[in-house]
């Protein structure tokens, strides 16, 4: 067995990085080579002892279910605007695992705190540029045909602090938070306006919520008509307050403030509604002193979680590197991982299944020898796009020099790799290289 194990766990690139396929041929056998210890022990030579909890009669079972207590830290950071209220939670992505987003652990921007919708009272209308005016009550959409699909959602913000001068010490959640994926249930908007009627001059679509602030944003009809959603449920129940509760617009790979919460509203038009959110918020100064407006999709984009800063390494030896990665053109195809900071690469192994515009998982085995290594992650999507180098995205989307700086960072969308160092104790931390 040692022998099929030897040549299973056969080098694909520098610094450590094995085979992807070692992981579908090795099975126990690799997983007793990787960890370097016997996985089961003879139950004749150490028996097992009651544990203190196997002692008496555990508490009820709730019925709704929570996390074990001894999870307890494992949880949203929350950032708190100047004039209160929460402004983000961000999801601790090198806590979890898989693609699924809990969504208790659901990033969340918000601008003026969580409205208090009464559902039986709350209405969508779509009108405008339509044949006729229509008013949708929860439940009047519920007898719609619904579908369900899984798809993340991303802050247009999401690894803005990848655009710092030099790099941020601080987690993947710090870093990468403002992304979650989940499955979403709804209506096909596709599905309301063919019944409105749509007018042959509305080109676009206003989105407007039912909170204070009432966030708007213009959104093409043909994304309407394509695969956007009006989603009702995530991951099986009711969508929480915080993700838009009773309603929100679903938009597969489009940047998160477009995804517009609690919505109440969709007014159709031939030109964009030029809202605060679209010219103020979400617009972009580049380099060249060219203002990007109306940045819809979100690029192809991977980073590695495991290991991470705060997951700090226990010695030389076997090691899985695990992340994430996704499109918001479609699949993933490929993630190729280096651990020489990129001098050579890797093919990792896709956790099935790869879905459209949702998170896929990357692993590959890595045996470290101790030194110092830059572990980094590079994805494609089947459409032929590719993660840019972190050079490409300063070069257009970076801090123009002679423009003052007005928020914490210079620009939105940055899809670039992310850099670990591993040092020889083990810490791991962020460098650019």
Same mark, same amino acid.
């Given at each position: 067995? #040692?022998?099929?194990i030897s040549?299973?766990?056969?080098p694909a690139a520098?610094n450590?990085?094995?085979?992807?396929?070692?992981?579908v041929?090795g099975?126990?056998?690799?997983a007793?080579?990787?960890?370097?210890?016997?996985?089961?022990r $003879?139950?004749?030579?150490?028996p097992?002892?009651?544990?203190?909890?196997?002692?008496?009669?555990?508490?009820d079972?709730?019925?709704y279910?929570?996390p074990s207590?001894m999870? /307890?830290h494992?949880?949203?950071t929350?950032?708190r605007?100047s004039?209160?209220?929460v402004?983000n939670?961000?999801t601790?992505?090198?806590l979890?695992?898989?693609?699924?987003?809990p969504s208790?652990l659901?990033?969340?921007?918000g601008?003026?705190?969580?409205?208090?919708i009464?559902?039986?009272?709350?209405?969508?209308?779509?009108?405008?540029?339509?044949?006729?005016p229509?008013?949708? #009550?929860?439940?009047?959409?519920?007898?719609?045909?619904?579908?369900t699909?899984?798809g993340y959602?991303?802050?247009?913000?999401?690894?803005?602090?990848l655009f710092s001068?030099e790099?941020i010490?601080?987690t993947?959640? /710090?870093l990468?938070g403002?992304?979650?994926?989940?499955e979403?249930?709804?209506?096909m908007?596709s #599905?309301?306006l063919?019944?409105?009627g749509i007018?042959?001059?509305a080109?676009w679509?206003i989105?407007e919520?039912?909170?204070?602030?009432?966030h708007?944003r213009?959104?093409?009809?043909?994304?309407?008509?394509?695969?956007?959603?009006?989603a009702?449920?995530?991951n099986?129940?009711r969508?929480?307050?915080?993700?838009g509760?009773?309603?929100?617009l679903f938009?597969p790979?489009?940047e998160g403030?477009?995804?517009?919460?609690?919505?109440?509203?969709?007014?159709?038009?031939? $030109?964009?509604?030029?809202?605060?959110?679209e010219?103020r918020?979400y617009a972009d100064?580049?380099?060249n002193n060219?203002i990007m407006?109306f940045?819809?999709m979100?690029?192809?984009?991977?980073y590695?979680?495991?290991?991470?800063p705060g997951?700090a390494?226990n010695g030389?030896?076997?090691y899985?590197i695990?992340?994430i990665?996704?499109?918001?053109?479609?699949p993933?195809?490929?993630v190729?991982?280096?651990a020489?900071?990129?001098?050579?690469?890797?093919d990792a192994?896709?956790?099935?299944?790869?879905l459209s515009?949702?998170?896929t998982?990357?692993?590959?085995?890595?045996?470290?020898d101790?030194?110092?290594a830059?572990l980094?992650s590079r994805a494609?999507d089947a459409?032929g796009?590719?993660?840019?180098?972190?050079?490409e995205?300063?070069?257009?989307?970076g801090q123009?020099?002679d423009v003052p700086?007005? #928020?914490a960072?210079?620009s939105?969308?940055?899809?670039?790799?992310? $850099?670990w160092a591993?040092?020889?104790d083990?810490g791991?931390?962020h460098?650019?290289v």
């Open positions: 067995m #040692t022998k099929l040549n299973e766990l056969h520098a450590g990085l094995l085979d992807r396929r070692a992981f041929r099975g126990a056998a690799l007793a080579a990787m960890s370097g210890y016997t996985l089961t $003879s139950v004749q030579a150490e097992l002892e009651d544990a203190e909890w196997m002692r008496t009669i555990g508490p079972v709730p019925g279910g929570r207590p999870e /307890a494992v949880e949203g929350l950032v605007r004039w209160g209220g402004g939670r961000r601790p992505h090198h979890l695992n898989g693609t699924l987003t208790g659901h990033f969340f921007i601008h003026s705190g969580l409205p208090n009464d559902p039986a009272e709350h209405k969508l209308l779509i009108h405008g540029l339509v044949r006729q229509l008013v949708f #009550t929860l439940e009047s959409l519920a007898r719609y045909p619904m579908q699909r899984m959602v991303e802050c247009g913000g999401n690894s803005a602090p001068p790099p010490q601080d993947v959640q /710090a990468h403002l992304a979650s994926c989940s979403w249930t709804g209506v908007l #599905t309301l063919e019944e409105a007018d042959p001059k080109k679509m989105a919520g039912a909170e204070s602030i009432a708007t213009s959104v093409p009809v043909y994304k309407g008509l394509d695969d956007a959603m009006i009702l449920y995530q099986g129940e969508i929480r307050p915080e993700q509760y009773p309603m929100r938009l790979g489009w403030n477009m995804n517009v919460k609690w919505l109440r509203r969709i007014e159709l038009t031939e $030109s964009p509604g030029m809202t605060a959110a010219i918020s100064l580049l380099p060219d407006l940045n819809f979100n690029g192809v984009k991977s590695i979680t495991h290991p991470s997951y390494m030389p030896g076997f899985e695990s992340g990665a996704y499109s918001g053109r479609g993933i195809e490929k190729r991982v280096s020489d900071g990129g001098r050579t690469w890797a192994a896709l956790q099935e299944p790869v515009k949702a998170f998982r990357f692993r590959i085995p890595w045996q470290w101790g030194g110092p830059v980094q494609w459409a796009h590719v993660q840019p180098e972190r050079a995205i300063l070069a257009w989307r123009n020099p700086r007005v #928020t960072f210079p939105h969308h940055y899809n670039g790799p992310t $850099s591993v040092s020889a083990g791991v931390s460098v650019y």
